[in-house]
């Protein structure tokens, strides 16, 4: 980058700290602490992220396998049984759309970790790349939560009936109402886990972005921002 282009965009020369370290042939540019954080959220999230939606790929592939395995025996496993085939018969009405979002979290989870890596090693294209990356991952994280929030709107009268019926058939234990209340505390404790975890990863990446965009990286990177 130039000084007049610098001085355009508002950041003389004299006032970019990264320009100055290009120019001066004996001074080393050193990373900003933004950049950083950046870069190893992106990394993090991207592993974390990719390794979650193939688990939840697997888990809507074989789904009933997996439920077929710890059904038990007897007229508890008769009543469990029918439990599992009407929660099959909801999560089967988004069969489809948790595979596609379970692929397009894969590849985001790979975009997040290339991105990353890009920014650590000061790759020009990282900036934009990350940003457009994180821009999706906006529009995804909230799709996900809509999804989720509507398979466990319902699953939850479907639990509720059948944590009853297996809590009857018992006898002698815990009695339906209270195996009910149980599970909508679990219900609720896990909508809220979901919401706040959504509202952190929506704050990072909001935040993300507008650091990206900052006018004073582009003399880090050697380019300007692009959305």
Not at 12 to 23: D, K
Not at 77 to 105: D, K, P
Not at 180 to 203: D, H, N, P
């Amino acid at each position: 980058m130039t000084e007049s282009s610098s001085e355009a965009a508002g950041h003389p020369t004299e006032a970019n700290p990264y320009v100055q370290a290009q120019l001066a042939d004996d001074v080393a540019v050193v990373r900003p602490t933004g950049i950083t954080v950046v870069a190893v959220v992106c990394i993090v999230a991207g592993i974390l992220g990719g390794l979650s939606s193939l688990g939840s790929l697997a888990n809507t592939l074989f789904a009933q396998r997996f439920a077929s395995m710890f059904t038990p025996t007897g007229a508890a496993g008769e009543i469990q049984g029918e439990m599992q085939r009407e929660m099959m018969a909801v999560l089967g009405r988004y069969y489809f759309v948790n595979i596609a979002l379970s692929f397009l979290g894969i590849a985001i989870g790979a975009a997040l970790f290339a991105g990353g890596i890009g920014l650590i090693q000061r790759k020009w294209w990282s900036r934009s790349w990350i940003r457009r990356t994180l821009l999706v991952a906006i529009f995804f994280e909230a799709v996900r939560v809509v999804v989720y929030s509507l398979t466990q709107f319902e699953l939850f009268p479907v639990t509720q009936e059948y944590m009853q019926k297996i809590a009857g058939q018992q006898g002698g234990g815990m009695g339906g109402e209270t195996m009910a209340w149980f599970s909508t505390i679990g219900v609720v404790i896990s909508m809220l886990f979901i919401v706040g975890w959504f509202s952190l990863k929506l704050f990072l990446m909001i935040w993300g972005r507008r650091y990206l965009a900052n006018p004073m990286l582009d003399g880090y990177f050697g380019v300007p921002a692009s959305s």
